[in-house]
């Protein structure tokens, strides 16, 4: 698929939930949802970033915006409320807001710059993740939905990030099993654990990592260095090119049946087998 207005339909009628919506791949989920009739609000740290997406994209009678932080729980809980509120129910939650270490190994830092970097990024990348589920899940069992949630390659396998981002995101992957086993038979946990992109992704304040971003730092040839199906087909880094992996989870009607499962949406790196 190269543009959105390919789109078939699968969510008509669904509302979902995505943080990290104000850009990235949370941004190409979310006007992607809406392509496919759902009705989206979208979570971030920047009101004005937020209102901006839900202005491009040509339906913002079917979109919110609202500034949350992910670390802090009454603001999660009150955007699920206002969603609610606002659309009637919940059916699809993406958990996706992260930060990136750049890889940044145990070797490049010292301990209290690896404890710094540690307490913020895993308090996004992994209780952000738990608060957002733990803000949802009653709406998500009163409307039998789902969660998809935002993995990695560096859920499976090394060098996509430093030990830090690398543990989190295997710490997320823990997530979609536990979840699934704990909010079955009412609501289905997967994920899509998505490649190389290129992004605004940033890294941690704490060792001066926020201003930058992967998509300004690396060439296109290294955002998909370990991708082997860029030789022949020139597999996209652009984050829409990643979304059906997300309308096919989300989708009741074509994955009723399909829970705790990861769909490895990274250009085929584990065909390398390691
Ligand atoms: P991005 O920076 O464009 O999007 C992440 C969004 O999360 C941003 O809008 C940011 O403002 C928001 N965010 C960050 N911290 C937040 C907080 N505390 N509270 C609320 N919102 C917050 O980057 P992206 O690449 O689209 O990242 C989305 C997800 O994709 C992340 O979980 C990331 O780990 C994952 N991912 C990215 C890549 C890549 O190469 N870009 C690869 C694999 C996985």
Redesign the pocket.
Known sequence: MSTIAEAAGWLTGDVALI?????????AVAERFLAEGAKVAI????QG?LDAVREASGKPESMLAIA????DSAALHKAVRQTVEHFGKLDILVP?????DFNRSVTKLNGEQLAASFDELFS??VK?YLLTVEAAWRELVASGGNIVM?????SFYTA?GGPV?TAS?FAARGLVNQFAYELAPKVRVNGVA?????????GPESIGLAER??GDSFARST?TGNNPLIPLHDASVD?VDFTGSYVLLASKRNSGNITGQIINADGGIGIRGF
């Open positions: 943080t990290g919506g104000g850009s990235g791949i949370g941004r979570i971030g740290r920047d970033k949350a932080d992910v670390r996706n807001a992260g930060i990136w996004i990348n952000g935002t993995l990695s390659n560096a996509g981002y995101k998505v490649g190389g992109m290129n992004t605004d992704l940033r971003s992967i955002i984050p």
